[in-house]
């Protein structure tokens, strides 16, 4: 029984980060109709940023607050100055824009800062753990279920609720009647590249947190998580890659329990495969992908 | 008393790439009038009013609107000036509900204003009250061209364009949509039709165009198409 409760929490507080960082792939992707390879550096610019708020002493709440605010300004910037040049490009322009954009971004890192790890110490109780009966929970776990929780909570409202949020709900789906109704494009963009970077930032802090350091190539694995958390869910709605995110938290979860110590490496290559696997049965992921779109 | 035209286009080209779409094109709309462009499929009727709307660039010609020129005005500028169009097909947010459409069709007014409008737009769509919280993706053809007319009128517009709004419906449901526009009309909204409904839309129609390849080609009263028997048969094809 403590098995099961102890498997949910690790399962669940991984797939709620995944779940982040793939609604924000899947909202570009709707919005704009490709896919932001760059996306997961922005967990390396929120960690970068909180680096330098450690270094000039600012409190932890406040660290943190920058590191999620910096990634929210890195993916609107990543935009204005990657992107918006290349609106009406094809989907494969952007995509390789957006792998060109990740690979300058590892580079003017690892030249302007170092290749080499740089320490993030967030305070103690963010990495401890605590006692429920006989099971040891971690805190930095529940703190990323709680969080990503009330993240998809607040998301749902902005989408159901406010003018930008459904506006955005409705470029996804017909960018030019959405002009038509006559809210500006740009502001449309821009709100989805800041939502999509706030929520890599919060999945950031989160990740920086379990491993205390932050280093140019650290967003590889996440990034990968959340592509394959967004395709399996699908990006139709919102639901799409929570779902997917979940799923794949399970899966980890699962392996990192039942593989032998030396087989932990085949981890992720299993993990991938069940994915190929699914995408043969599936391929539009779980909840279908909007494939009408309008350009 | 001289009347200055609402909207006034100057030699008007579209192209994509090698293709000319529209090849030229000069017309006017005077406020408080139902004009109707008639064309073939391909005639380049839509080329031409994603132009106006600035969705499709203008490749020459001038664009007057209420006496100023907004040629490459961006689409949410022009709306925001209050010309608006009703895209052709099916364009309704399928999975917002109609109150949700609603609203963003009156995301550009005052909220006291929006709310009011609002309310003009379920008196005179009774329907949509009815299927208020319902996706509009599950309204039938003719109710989703309804909501999308009431979309685009939560704006207040000075001039409504509309793109073969009779497409696709049913006849008793294009009678409905018609004797809508010829109240609107009514009620001092100036209209710009696009149709192929030849005979419906000259019957509610000031003055008509016929675009031809990307020109007109006949221009005049409604009345004086409507006397040309013929002219649906040697326009159109014979279709719609
Ligand atoms: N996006 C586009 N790219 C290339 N050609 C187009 C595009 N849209 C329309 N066309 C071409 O322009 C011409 C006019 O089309 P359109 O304006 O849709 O005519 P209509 O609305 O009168 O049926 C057609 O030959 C059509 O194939
Ligand atoms: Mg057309």
Known sequence: ?295 | MTVSPMLQLDQIIVRYGAIMAVQGVSCEVREGEIIVLLGANGAGKSSLLRAILGLTPVDSGRVWFQGQDVTGWRTEALVREGLTLTPEGRNVFQSLTVKENLRLGGATMAREQAVETLERMLEQFPILRERYDQLAGTLSGGEQQMLAIARSLMSSPKLLILDEPSLGLAPVIIEEVFSLLSDLRDQGTTIMLVEQNVAQSLAIADRAYLLELGRIQREGPAASFLEDLNLHEIYLGGEG
Request: aromatic share 8%; net charge positive.
């Open chain 1, 1 to 295: 029984m403590e098995n099961i409760l102890q498997f949910a929490v690790n399962a669940l507080s991984l797939g709620g980060v995944y779940a982040m960082l793939a609604i924000g792939i899947a909202l570009i992707y709707s919005v704009m109709g490709f896919l932001n390879i760059a996306h997961g550096d922005l967990l390396t610019l929120c960690g970068y940023a909180m680096f330098f708020c450690i270094g000039f002493g600012l409190p932890w709440p406040l660290v943190i607050i920058v590191g999620v605010l910096a990634a929210g300004a890195a993916s609107v910037a990543m935009e204005q100055v990657a992107f918006k040049p290349l609106r009406s490009a094809s989907f494969d322009t952007l995509l390789l824009t957006s792998f060109a954009l990740s690979a300058a971004i590892h580079v003017v890192l690892q030249i302007s800062i170092s290749a080499r790890p740089k320490p993030v110490p967030l305070p103690s109780f963010l990495t401890g753990s605590y006692k429920l009966g006989d099971i040891v929970i971690g805190t930095g776990q529940t703190l990323s279920i709680a969080v990503a929780l009330t993240s998809m909570v607040g998301l749902t409202y902005f989408l159901r609720r406010t003018t930008m949020g459904l506006a955005m709900q409705a470029a996804a789906q017909d960018f030019d009647t959405t002009r038509l109704m006559g809210i500006q494009a740009n502001r449309v963009i821009s709100s989805a590249f800041f939502i999509a970077g706030i929520l890599a930032g919060i999945a950031g802090v989160l990740i920086i947190a379990q491993r205390g350091s932050v280093d140019p190539l650290m967003a590889m694995n996440p990034l990968i998580k959340g592509l394959i958390a967004a395709i399996i869910g699908g990006t139709g709605s919102l639901y799409g890659p929570v779902i997917g995110g979940i799923i794949l938290g399970v899966l980890e979860t699962i392996f990192q329990t039942v593989l032998p110590g030396e087989a932990l490496l085949f981890r992720d290559p299993l993990v991938l495969s069940l994915l190929v696997a699914f995408l043969l049965v599936a391929p539009n992921g779980l909840t279908g992908t909007r494939v009408e779109r309008s350009r």
